[in-house]
């Protein structure tokens, strides 16, 4: 069983440009919750996703910052007109239904950097 | 708002030495995870805790939940080299689903 994907691993974008974070959950799992961890600090909660609705994003920044997890395919994370300080590492987590609460696996981050 | 405040957030223990974190939650918790990330990779789901009381041990690591399941500590007995990495707890709020991260504590054996 395939553990949680993301790519790209790593992400340089120029300032202004837009970056596509991608995450695919493990086998089953119907959850899926985005993190930010800025160096040398903790991970930050952006967003909480099941299959075709975003159920908490409360940690999400209100501009530029975007979720989805369509019925087919990654969840996708879509950050627009990127600035410096967006640069961090980006988790993606996924846990198995039926209830929300369970043990969280995490892939192995996106690293971004705005230049 | 809902907390989970996490410390100390640096310890620095000689090898063979024991290392302890404690977190603290302002409000009850339904549960409580740990997680360990080891430096430049990713969290790793170590433990559930969900009863009031609750130890749970894992070879050289003690995991508690307090009697109010509000508190919760992880005691690692003799560090070891790969014991190193960031811990942090993660508690399950009561009042609602969201799981609520400590800042970790980073274990740190001098050299």
């Known amino acids: 069983n395939a553990g949680v994907m993301q790519n790209p691993r790593h992400l340089v974008r120029r300032r202004g440009q837009e970056a596509r974070l991608r995450c695919s959950p493990m086998?089953?799992?119907?959850?899926v919750y985005w993190y930010r961890q800025l160096p040398e600090e903790g991970l930050k909660f952006m967003v909480y996703?099941?299959?075709?609705?975003?159920?908490?994003e409360s940690g999400m920044p209100k501009e530029r910052f975007s979720a989805e997890f369509p019925k087919e395919g990654p969840s996708i994370l879509r950050i627009q007109q990127v600035v410096r300080g967006d640069s961090a590492a980006y988790f993606c987590?996924?846990?198995?239904?039926?209830?929300?609460?369970?043990?969280?696996?995490f892939g192995p981050g996106t690293r971004l950097t705005v230049t | 708002g809902q907390q989970v405040m996490q410390i100390p957030q640096y310890q620095h223990v000689q090898e063979g030495e024991d290392f302890t974190t404690y977190c603290n939650s302002s409000?009850?918790?339904?549960?409580i995870q740990w997680y360990k990330q080891r430096p430049g990779g990713h969290p790793v789901f170590l433990i559930q805790?969900?009863?009031s009381g609750e130890v749970k041990k894992q070879k050289r690591l003690t995991f508690q939940f307090g009697e109010a399941k509000k508190n919760s500590s992880l005691h690692i007995t003799a560090t070891q080299t790969t014991d190193v990495g960031t811990y942090f707890c993660?508690?399950?709020?009561?009042?609602?689903?969201?799981?609520?991260w400590g800042a970790g504590t980073k274990l740190i054996i001098k050299p």
């Open positions: 987590a996924s846990s198995p239904p039926p209830d929300y609460g369970g043990e969280q696996y």
């Open positions: 086998k089953g799992h119907s959850h």
């Open positions: 996703l099941q299959k075709e609705n975003i159920i908490d």
């Open positions: 409000t009850t918790l339904s549960n």
């Open positions: 805790l969900v009863k």
């Open positions: 993660a508690g399950l709020m009561d009042s609602n689903y969201q799981l609520i």
